[in-house]
């Protein structure tokens, strides 16, 4: 183990914010679970030097105010954070309003040894996820040139199977091209993603592969329909090393919120 002080980013996932800000998904008021996830991150892996949000910022009715309220309280932390979209949000406003300021919809942030770069997976009116032609061709010309930095990549949706029948339907239909083009680029460390609301950690071609847990209401693992899990919203931290190591985990609030409604049968 090396001694330096690592490279600390912090991963939010689909909180699903509604245009009312007392809105209810499932039961639950998104907007106060996602506020205790932020104060949980300021209690407990902070300071960190980015976050990376990895859509669904809004549930079914994306409007430019919901995504600054997202913005407003993620820049109370006082950290760079990169978003980018996924099924639930409307990809083209998310940009629009997200193009300033500490919350920005970049695709590409570097630090140190170590660069992140964001896909889009989302597809207009689809559940499931896509990556065009043309994020492929930027991502991999990005890997080509810059052989010499760790290189994370996150995206919303799952470009390999999480083992949930019903939730493996919306994954990434073309993800085995992402997955077949980073066996070519041995800096690729760690391949990370939202949408299943669950932790999953995995492996592949020695690439880390990771997703995480909703601020929101979470997915019970290994399901083969619809199935809320009864375990409190959360984030993901990662340590990253210059010598290319990674350390990783989640945080969960204290308490499962006691509104949510288990008797949802989809979403
Ligand atoms: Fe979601």
């Not at 499932?26 to 949980?40: C, H, I, M, S, Y």
């Not at 994306?62 to 997202?70: I, L, M, S, V, W």
């Amino acid at each position: 183990m090396t001694q330096e002080r690592p490279f600390r980013i912090i991963q939010i996932t689909d909180p699903h914010l509604l245009a009312d800000q007392k809105g209810v998904f499932a039961g639950l008021t998104t907007q106060n679970t996602f506020e205790q996830v932020l104060k949980k991150i300021k209690e407990t892996y902070f300071p960190c030097d980015l976050i990376i949000a990895t859509g669904d910022i809004v549930h079914n009715d994306a409007a430019e105010q919901t995504y600054k309220r997202f913005a407003d309280a993620v820049s109370k932390l006082g950290i760079k954070t990169i978003v980018t979209p996924g099924n639930h949000d409307d990809a083209e406003i998310l940009k629009k309003t997200l193009r300033n300021g500490l919350v920005t919809a970049d695709k590409h942030y570097t630090a140190g040894k170590w660069q992140f770069f964001l896909l889009d997976s989302s597809v207009k009116n689809a559940v499931n996820g896509h990556l065009k032609e043309q994020e492929l061709t930027e991502l991999e010309e990005l890997l080509k040139k810059t052989p010499e930095y760790h290189t994370l990549i996150a995206m919303h949706h799952h470009p390999v199977s999480v083992g949930c029948r019903w939730l493996d339907m919306s994954g990434i239909d073309n993800g085995s091209r992402l997955m077949d083009m980073v066996e070519k680029y041995p800096n690729v460390k760690i391949i990370m993603w939202g949408h299943v609301h669950q932790d999953f950690v995995s492996e592949k071609n020695k690439v880390n592969l990771v997703a995480t847990p909703s601020t929101c209401i979470q997915f019970k693992p290994k399901q083969v329909d619809f199935c809320l899990d009864r375990l409190p919203p959360g984030f993901r931290w990662l340590d990253l090393y210059n010598n290319g190591h990674a350390e990783t985990g989640i945080v969960r609030l204290d308490e499962l919120p006691t509104e949510i409604d288990f008797s949802t049968s989809g979403y």
